[in-house]
C-alpha cells in the first residue's frame, strides 16, 4: 500500500492531516521532519507526526522535505503532545514552540499585472493598485503591500476577484524561503604544493601562516594575521596551493562573556552533601525523580546544581538549567562555563534569529550537552537528558502568556524529565505553593538546606557561614508625619546608604515600577492622561520626556499647561525607577548610580554589561525593578533597600501576597552573602500585612502555613484546579455578549461534573489593551479531577460557542495571574 505521513501543520488550526508521501522523499520522510505542504490554497510547513501505510486516493503530495535530519525526536514530539493536550493549546503551535523562530517556508499571495491601468476604468482604487504594480516590473506586490496602496490594512478581496476575473491581475501562492538560514563564511586551507616558486612576500606568509595553522581556517582570520588580501586568496588559488570553500559557522555572541577558571571544590556542608546524594543516586539509577532543593538564599544551591550535572555528564548524559530571567544568564553561563567550559550553550529570546538557531542545531547534533536559559529553553532538543534544574522555580516569569502555548516551563520541566527517566531539581528560597503541595503530598522529594554555606575569603580560607541579614521595616504613613521627608527615600534607608558609600560597600535597591511617575494629574480639576487605547494612566517618562503606556508603548508628550481647565497645576504622583534615581543623585552626588529595568535593558547585551560593571566596582548603587531581586550574588552588596514593598501586594489576586514575600524575601537574600555584614530595610504603609510580618524574619514555613490554611479555605490552588478564559474583541458590547455566551455553555457543561464551579464573567482588572476590551471568566474544579476530564469540559462548552470575527477567547491553564 502507499506510503502516508500523518502531519502536524504550524497553525493555530488542531489536527493531524494525511498527505501521500512521494517515492523520491520517502528516505528523509520521517516522524519529526519538517516538511512543505499544500493546505487549503497555501503552502505551509509542517512536521511529520507519524508514518503509515493506507490508500493515497484524492490525498495531496507532501511538497518537499526541508530538513536533512529530523528537527525533533520522538521525545520533543511525545512532550509538545502533551502541552497541546493540557495547555489546550493546537499540537503546531506547541511545536512551533520548540523550534527556532524564523526557519518557516510558508507560500504568500502576490499579486501582479496582466494590464495597464487604463484597462480598468470601472473603480479608481483598481487604477491605483494597477499603477503602483507596473512601477514593479513585473516582480509583483505582496497582498500587505498592495493594501499599502490603497492606504488601508486590508485589501478589499471582491475588488482583486473582480479584477482578477477580468484578467487585469493576477493572484499566485509563491513560497517564500525561510527568513533565518545558516551562516556561511569563505574557509582556506593549504593543500601543499611548489611553496618556493612562490615570490610574493604577502603570498609566503599567507602559506606559512597556514601550513602553522593546520586544518581549514576562516579566511577573515588569516588575512587579519598576515596582511594579504583577497587578491592574495585568488592567486595561490589559482596556481593550486589553497583550497577555497564556504562553510557553515557558528554565530556565538551570546557567549562572549569572561569565563574565570573554576575554583577548587568546596568542602561540602551536611545539608548540601545530603542533597547531593539523593539527586545523584537518582542520576545514576536513572530513575525519573522530582526534588523541590528548598534552600534559604547563600546556602549553596548552585553547587549542589553544578555536581549534580558532573555526575549527569560523567554518565553521557545532558543537562538543561532554567533561569527566570535573561538577566541571570549572563552571571549563570560564567560560572557554569567555569565548570564545562565550551560543553555549554545558551538559548534566549534576545539572542539573534542566527544565533538561536546555531545554537539549537549543535544542541539536538550533541555538540552542547549543557543548556541555560529561560522559560523558552525547555524545548531545547538536547539528547539523553539526565537532569533539569529549575533555579528560582517559584518565579511567575516561567509562564508563557502570549502566543499559546501557555506553558508553566516549571511544569513542562517536571513533565520532560518524567517521559525522558531524568532527574528535576526544583530549586528556590520561596517555593511555590504548588511545589510545597506537591512535596507535602509526597509526589516530590523534599530536601532542606536551612543555613548558609561557610564564607570563602580571598585568601581561600573559610569562615562560619554568613547569618541572614537583619530586616528592619520603615512605615511610611508614620514616616511622612514624624520626619515630613518628600520623596521616596526613607530617613533610616538614606543613613544606611550614607553608612555603605563612606565604607565603600554596594548598594540594591528595588522599585518595582519603571518610569518616572506612575500618575500625572491636574490638582485644579483631577484631570489625568490616559491611553486612548488601553484603560491605564499614563506613565511619566523624564528621560525621553514623555508620557508612556506600559501596555502598548504609546507615547505623548507632557502637557502644559492643563488640557482640560487651562491650569498650570499639573502634579506627578509616585516614584518610578527614574525618578529614584534622581533622588539619589541629589542626595548624594558622589555616588555612581545604575539602573536596570525595561528601559535600560532593552538592547542586546544591555543585562551583562550592567551586572558585569557593578560586579567591577564601577557602582555604588545598583537600582531596579524585580530583575534585580533574583539570583543575583555580589560580594560587597552589605544593603538592600526595598523602596517601596506595596507594589502589587493590594492587587485583586489570590496569589498577591505569595508573590509579595517571595520577592522580599529574595531581594534580602541579595545581602550580606560573603564576609561582609549585611542589612535589609524595607519601605511600606501596610507594616502588618503576612507578607511583610513573615519576611521581617525570613519565615518562610510561617507564610505558607498560613497561606495555604487560607487557599485550602477558598478552594483555590494548589487545592483546586483553575481554567482562566479571556475573551477580546473591538467592542465592548460584543465582547461582553461572547464572554455571556461562554459563561452560559460552561455553567451547562459543569453542571455534569460534580465540583466544578464557573465564575464571571467580569471586565478584567484593565478592562481593554491595544483597544482590545477585555472580560474574564474563571473555571475551578476539585484538584482531584483529572485534567482530561476539565480539558473536555471547555472544549466542549466552546464547541456550542461561536466566535465571531473580530473576537478572541484566550484558554489558560494553571493562571499565575488573574488581571
Avoid at 513560497?175 to 611548489?194: I, W
Amino acid at each position: 500500500m502507499p506510503s502516508l505521513a500523518h502531519v502536524v501543520p504550524l497553525t493555530p488550526v488542531d489536527g493531524v492531516y494525511t498527505y501521500r508521501v512521494p517515492d523520491e522523499m520517502s528516505t528523509e520522510a520521517v516522524p519529526g521532519a519538517r516538511v512543505l505542504v499544500p493546505f487549503g490554497r497555501r503552502q505551509i510547513t509542517g512536521v511529520i507526526a507519524e508514518r503509515v501505510r493506507g490508500s493515497a486516493d484524492k490525498l495531496k503530495p507532501l511538497h518537499d522535505v526541508l530538513d536533512e535530519h529530523p528537527a525533533l525526536r520522538p521525545d520533543l514530539l511525545a512532550l509538545t503532545r502533551w502541552v497541546s493536550r493540557y495547555y489546550l493549546c493546537a499540537w503546531g503551535e506547541a511545536i512551533k514552540a520548540a523550534l527556532p523562530s524564523g526557519t518557516e517556508v510558508e507560500s504568500r499571495r502576490v499579486v501582479r499585472a496582466l494590464a495597464p491601468p487604463d484597462a480598468w476604468p470601472d473603480d479608481p482604487r483598481g487604477r491605483k493598485i494597477l499603477r503602483a504594480l507596473e512601477a514593479e516590473n513585473g516582480s509583483g506586490l505582496p497582498i500587505a503591500g498592495v493594501a499599502g496602496v490603497l492606504g488601508r490594512k486590508t485589501v478589499p478581496q471582491n475588488l482583486l476577484r473582480r479584477m482578477a476575473a477580468a484578467g487585469v491581475l493576477e493572484v499566485e501562492h509563491q513560497v517564500q524561503e525561510a527568513s533565518t538560514r545558516v551562516k556561511t563564511a569563505r574557509h582556506l586551507r593549504f593543500v601543499g604544493g611548489d611553496v618556493e616558486a612562490v615570490r610574493g612576500a604577502r603570498q609566503r606568509a599567507l602559506l606559512d601562516w597556514l601550513a602553522e595553522a593546520g586544518d581549514v581556517q576562516l579566511q577573515a582570520r588569516a588575512l587579519a594575521a598576515t596582511g594579504a588580501t583577497s587578491s592574495t586568496v585568488k592567486g595561490l588559488e589559482a596556481r593550486g596551493l589553497l583550497e577555497v570553500s564556504d562553510l557553515e559557522v557558528e554565530r556565538r555572541d551570546h557567549l562572549d562573556v569572561e569565563v574565570t577558571e573554576a575554583p577548587a571544590d568546596l568542602e561540602l556542608h551536611p545539608a548540601q552533601v545530603s542533597a547531593l546524594e539523593a539527586v545523584t543516586d537518582a542520576i545514576g539509577a536513572g530513575r525519573a525523580e522530582t526534588f523541590l532543593l528548598h534552600g534559604v538564599t547563600g546556602s549553596g544551591k548552585t553547587e549542589v546544581y553544578l555536581r549534580a550535572l558532573r555526575a549527569a555528564l560523567a554518565l553521557d548524559r545532558s543537562a538543561i538549567v532554567l533561569v527566570p530571567e535573561i538577566a541571570l544568564t549572563p552571571q549563570t553561563v560564567r560560572r557554569f562555563r567555569a565548570h564545562f567550559g565550551d560543553r555549554v550553550a545558551v538559548l534566549h529570546s534576545r539572542m539573534s534569529p542566527g544565533e538561536r538557531l546555531d545554537a539549537w542545531t549543535r544542541i539536538r547534533d550533541g555538540v552542547y550537552p549543557v543548556v541555560i536559559g529561560p522559560r523558552s529553553a525547555i524545548f531545547a532538543p538536547v539528547q539523553n537528558l539526565g537532569i533539569v534544574v529549575v533555579d528560582e522555580e517559584h518565579e511567575g516569569s516561567y509562564k508563557q502568556f502570549d502566543p499559546a502555548p501557555r506553558y508553566h516551563a516549571r511544569d513542562v520541566a517536571v513533565m520532560r524529565a518524567h517521559q525522558a527517566g531524568a532527574v528535576c531539581v526544583l530549586g528556590s528560597a520561596t517555593p511555590s505553593m504548588e511545589s510545597v503541595a506537591n512535596a507535602n503530598a509526597g509526589k516530590y522529594t523534599r530536601l532542606e538546606m536551612p543555613e548558609r554555606v561557610p564564607v570563602r575569603l580571598p585568601d581561600g580560607e573559610t569562615r562560619a557561614p554568613a547569618p541572614l541579614p537583619p530586616v528592619r521595616v520603615v512605615d511610611l504613613a508614620r514616616e511622612r508625619q514624624v520626619r515630613r521627608l518628600k520623596g521616596a527615600l526613607s530617613h533610616d534607608l538614606r543613613l544606611a546608604i550614607t553608612d555603605r558609600l563612606q565604607k565603600g560597600e554596594q548598594t540594591i535597591l528595588l522599585q518595582n515600577r519603571r518610569g518616572y511617575a506612575p500618575v500625572l494629574t491636574c490638582e485644579s480639576c483631577g484631570w489625568t492622561p490616559t491611553c486612548r487605547d488601553c484603560d491605564v494612566s499614563l506613565t511619566v517618562h523624564k528621560t525621553s520626556r514623555n508620557l508612556r503606556c506600559h501596555y502598548c508603548g504609546r507615547a505623548e508628550r507632557i502637557p502644559r499647561p492643563c488640557p482640560e481647565c487651562g491650569q498650570d497645576d499639573l502634579r506627578l504622583l509616585g516614584s518610578g525607577t527614574q525618578r529614584v534615581e534622581e533622588e539619589i543623585a541629589e542626595v548624594f552626588p558622589s555616588a555612581r548610580v545604575l539602573r536596570m529595568d525595561l528601559d535600560t535593558t532593552s538592547r542586546k547585551g544591555a543585562h551583562r554589561r550592567i551586572l558585569d560593571a557593578f560586579g567591577r566596582g564601577d557602582a555604588d548603587v545598583l537600582l531596579g525593578t524585580q530583575m534585580v531581586a533574583k539570583g543575583l550574588d555580589f560580594p560587597r552588596v552589605t544593603l538592600v533597600g526595598v523602596v517601596e514593598a506595596d507594589t502589587g501586594m493590594l492587587l485583586p489576586d489570590f496569589r498577591a501576597a505569595e508573590r509579595t514575600f517571595q520577592l522580599l524575601a529574595q531581594v534580602a537574600g541579595r545581602a550580606g552573602r560573603h564576609e561582609l555584614e549585611g542589612e535589609v530595610i524595607l519601605q511600606t504603609r501596610n507594616p502588618e500585612h503576612p507578607a511583610i510580618r513573615f519576611a521581617l524574619g525570613h519565615d518562610f514555613h510561617g507564610f505558607a502555613l498560613g497561606e495555604l490554611g487560607e487557599r485550602l479555605a477558598l478552594h483555590y490552588p494548589p487545592y483546586a484546579r483553575i481554567i482562566g478564559l479571556e475573551v477580546k474583541g473591538p467592542h465592548a458590547s460584543s465582547t461582553g455578549a461572547l464572554a455571556d455566551r461562554w459563561g452560559d455553555a460552561l455553567r451547562a457543561e459543569a453542571q455534569k461534573v460534580a465540583g466544578v464551579e464557573v465564575l464571571g464573567p467580569v471586565p478584567a482588572l484593565i478592562g481593554r489593551v491595544k483597544k482590545w476590551w477585555r472580560m474574564h471568566l474563571m473555571v475551578k474544579a476539585p484538584r482531584a479531577l483529572p485534567s482530561s476530564v476539565l480539558a473536555a469540559l471547555v472544549t466542549t462548552a466552546g464547541e456550542r460557542v461561536k466566535t465571531p470575527s473580530g473576537h478572541r477567547v484566550n484558554l489558560d491553564v494553571d493562571p499565575v495571574g488573574l488581571y
